[in-house]
């Protein structure tokens, strides 16, 4: 079975940071919505969560600009 990546996104992001909710999968995160620190803490929690390595060769900020850009990031680093 596999496991529903953009409904764990969403319930990070939502638990995280009440301030995006009512999150959509456009809902911006680069403009200001995450502090810098927010972002270390949601790059550490996906790669925790999925078993995933994020580096600066596999990783572009705009990969998670949006919450369809995580989910989408995320589904490609664990193929």
């Known amino acids: 079975m ?10 990070y992001l939502e638990g995280r940071f009440p301030n995006l909710v009512p999150l959509s999968p456009t809902t911006p995160l680069l403009e200001g919505a995450i502090d810098s620190l927010g972002f270390l803490e949601l ?3 996906l790669s925790e969560r999925f078993g995933i390595s994020i580096d ?24």
């Open 56 to 79: 600066d060769e596999n990783f572009d900020f705009q990969d998670l600009a949006t919450p369809s850009g995580v989910t989408a990031f995320v589904e490609r680093m664990t193929r």
């Open 2 to 11: 596999q496991e529903d990546v953009s409904g764990v996104v969403h319930a």
């Open 43 to 45: 790059i550490m929690f």
